[in-house]
């Protein structure tokens, strides 16, 4: 498996940190690919071990809602070594309790499944833990390249 390899830098995202700083990370969408490209799309599969509500505040005239929500997430491998992990979502002055509700179990559990894949090696999203080592991939030039029936272009 090539799992110990380290993430191109067409896979990777910035975002303010704290203190000026930016964090590197892959969307939920690329470590999904990823995962695809690695373990095949049959090769792995994730389910939802718990999910809990943090909490929920709606404002005084009850029309905003705040809520935070954990979940914890198992993947599998097509050999039956797993992971779990937890991931969090969250929102701030939501229109309806609804909307606030369907954007914090999403991100929770696709911030669950990025954990728990990053335990399967570097490529997987564990790399964006090494600082140095991002700081060298992000200044190369990002290749874009779509990949349509297995047939790579290059945009």
């Known amino acids: 498996m090539k799992t110990e390899r380290a993430v191109g830098p067409e896979y990777l995202s910035q975002r303010a940190g704290p203190g000026g ?11 999904l690919s990823l995962a695809n490209e690695v373990f095949g799309f049959d090769g792995w599969s994730h389910s939802i071990v718990s999910s809990e509500i943090d909490f929920v505040d709606t404002s005084q005239d009850g029309s905003l809602v705040s809520l935070g929500v954990s979940t914890v997430v198992r993947v599998t491998l097509r050999d039956g070594t797993s992971h779990e992990d937890i991931g969090y979502g969250r929102i ?33 999203g564990n790399c964006t833990y090494n600082n140095e080592l991002m700081q060298k991939i ?15 272009s290059l945009t």
């Open 21 to 31: 700083t930016k964090l590197v990370y892959i969307c939920g969408n690329q470590v």
């Open 138 to 152: 992000i200044k190369l030039k990002k290749k874009a390249v779509r990949i349509f029936l297995g047939v790579e």
């Open 92 to 124: 701030e002055n939501a229109r309806s309790k609804g909307t606030a509700f369907e954007k914090v179990k999403k991100e929770s559990v696709t911030d669950a499944i990025k954990r728990a894949l990053r335990s399967f090696g570097e490529v997987m």
